[in-house]
C-alpha cells in the first residue's frame, strides 16, 4: 500500500468501515449469543437426586409408599428454600453480580412508552415527535459558538510524533471491561480477543489519525441515553443524559491523555482534589477538617461557603478551553485531535427506529477519558482569576467590622470551598 494513499481522509474512514464490518461478521458467525432462558441455577444434585428418588413413589397406591412420597415432598420443599437463600446470599455479596440478579428475578428492563412534553408544554406521544424533541433539547443545552468561527488561522511547524504500538497496546489493555459499545456496536473485549491481525489494522488506522488529524464518524459520534432523574419523569430536564462513546475512539482518546498528563497535571495548584492521582473526596475532607482544627485551636472562627457550579461540564465554553490548552503547552498535534473530536461531535438519539442528530457546540465531552483532565485544567483558570482579584485588591472577610482572615480556596472538580 502507498504510504501517502494511507494517510488519505477517505482511506482511513474506508479502512476502518472494512475493519468494522469484518470483526463485526467475524464476531456474529463465530461467537454464540448468551441464553438468557432463566433456570434454576440453585438446585443442587442433592435436591436433584430427591426427586428422582420421589418419583418412584408417585404412583404407589400403598400407604406406606404415600407417606414416604409425602416426606420426601416436604424435605425437597425445605432443602430447595435453604438452597435458594443461600444461592441469593452468594450472588448478592458479588457487586457484578447483585444487579444481575435484580433483572433475573424482576424482569428486563422495558422502554417507558410514555410521552414527554415540548417546549410549550404540550405532551407527545409519537416516537418521531419524541426523537425529535430530543434533539431540539440537547441543541439548545449544548448551544454555544462553532469552532468553525473561531478556528486559528496559524499554520504552525511542529514535529510529528508518531503513536508507537507500545501505547497502543497500553491503552486498549487499560480499557475497562463489560462497558456497553458505542456507535459502532463493537464490544471492548473483541478488540482485547481479537487476533493480532485485526489489532495491526486498527493500530494503524489510530496511527494514521493521529498523522493526519482525520478521523472516521463513528469516533465523533455518541449515542445519548436518557435515565429519569425521578418517577413519571415528563421534561427533558428531569432526565440525567449518558453518552456511549465507541471504544476504538476511546483508545485514541488514552493515547492522547497518556502524552497531556503531565502537563496538565503541572498547571493545576495543589487545592485541586479532584481527577488527580493519590487524590479525592477524603484528602479534601482531611484538608478542610485540619484547617479547621488549627484555627479552633488558635481560637479563630472560620466561615466557609460550599460552592457548587450548576452544570459546570455542560458549560465549557469552547473558545476558552482551546485557548487553555494552548497556554498549558499542550503540542499542536494533540490539539488538532481534539479540535476534529469536537468541532464535529455529534449526540445520536434513538428512540425506537427513529433517529435524530444533534450538534454539539459546548461542554467536555461525556464519557470521554479526557475529560476530567481538560475540566481541571479549564477550570484552573477561573480559579485563577478568582485568587488574582481577591489577593492583588487584599480582599479580605469581615465581621462586625472585625478582620478575621484573607480567603483561601479548597477545589474537588466543581465544588469549591470558599
Known amino acids: 500500500m502507498n504510504i501517502e494513499d494511507s494517510l488519505e481522509p477517505q482511506n482511513i474512514e474506508k479502512r476502518w468501515q472494512s475493519l468494522k464490518q469484518t470483526i463485526t461478521k467475524t464476531a456474529a458467525k463465530t461467537l454464540r449469543h448468551k441464553n438468557n432462558t ?14 428422582e428418588e420421589r418419583r418412584k413413589y408417585k404412583n ?3 400407604t406406606e409408599g404415600q407417606k414416604i412420597y409425602r416426606a420426601l415432598r416436604n424435605l425437597i420443599i425445605r432443602k430447595s428454600k435453604e438452597a ?38 404540550k405532551m407527545l406521544w409519537e ?6 424533541r430530543w434533539k431540539e433539547y440537547l441543541e439548545i443545552l449544548y448551544e454555544g459558538e462553532t469552532l468553525k468561527e473561531i478556528e486559528s488561522n496559524e499554520e504552525e511547524e511542529y514535529e510529528k510524533d508518531p503513536v508507537m504500538r507500545e501505547e497502543f497496546d497500553k491503552a ?3 480499557l475497562k471491561n463489560k462497558k456497553a459499545a458505542g456507535i459502532d456496536g463493537i464490544q471492548v473485549e473483541l478488540w482485547k480477543e481479537a487476533g493480532e491481525e485485526v489489532k495491526n489494522r486498527l493500530f494503524q488506522i489510530i496511527r494514521d489519525i493521529y498523522a493526519t488529524g482525520e478521523m472516521p464518524e463513528d469516533y465523533i459520534k455518541s449515542i445519548i441515553i436518557p435515565i429519569p432523574k425521578k418517577a413519571a419523569a415528563k421534561k427533558c430536564e428531569e432526565f440525567r443524559t449518558i453518552s456511549l462513546l465507541s471504544h476504538a475512539s476511546k483508545i485514541l482518546a488514552k493515547i492522547i491523555f497518556q502524552r497531556i498528563e503531565s502537563k496538565i497535571e503541572q498547571s493545576l495548584t495543589e487545592d485541586q482534589f479532584g481527577f488527580r492521582k493519590n487524590r479525592g473526596m477524603r484528602e479534601a475532607i482531611l484538608a478542610l477538617r485540619i484547617i479547621i482544627q488549627k484555627r479552633i485551636r488558635k481560637n479563630k472562627q472560620t466561615f ?15 473558545k476558552l478551553m482551546f ?22 461531535e455529534l449526540a445520536v438519539i434513538k428512540i425506537q427506529d427513529n433517529v435524530e442528530e444533534a450538534k454539539i457546540n459546548k461542554g467536555v465531552r461525556q464519557g470521554c477519558t479526557l475529560s476530567p483532565i481538560i475540566f481541571n485544567a479549564y477550570i484552573q483558570k477561573a480559579i485563577e482569576k478568582i ?12 465581621y462586625n467590622q472585625l478582620i478575621y482572615g484573607q480567603i483561601q480556596l479548597l477545589q474537588f472538580i466543581r465544588l469549591v470551598a470558599i
Open 38 to 51: 432463566a433456570r434454576k441455577d440453585r438446585i443442587t444434585t442433592k435436591i436433584v437426586n430427591l426427586i
Open 127 to 132: 416516537q418521531k415527535d419524541i426523537a425529535k
Open 172 to 174: 486498549l489493555k487499560n
Open 387 to 398: 485568587k488574582e482579584d481577591t489577593y492583588s485588591n487584599q480582599l479580605t472577610l469581615t
Open 304 to 318: 466557609i461557603a460550599f460552592v457548587d457550579i450548576e452544570k459546570a461540564f455542560d458549560n465549557v465554553n469552547w
Open 60 to 62: 404407589l397406591n400403598s
Open 323 to 344: 485557548n487553555m490548552m494552548t497556554r498549558v503547552g499542550i503540542k499542536h498535534a494533540d490539539r488538532k485531535l481534539l479540535y476534529k473530536l469536537y468541532k464535529d
Open 84 to 121: 435458594k437463600e443461600k444461592y441469593l446470599e452468594e450472588n448478592c455479596r458479588r457487586r457484578e453480580g447483585a444487579y444481575k440478579m435484580v433483572k433475573k428475578f424482576f424482569g428486563q428492563y422495558k422502554p417507558r412508552s410514555e410521552g414527554i412534553e415540548d417546549n410549550n408544554g
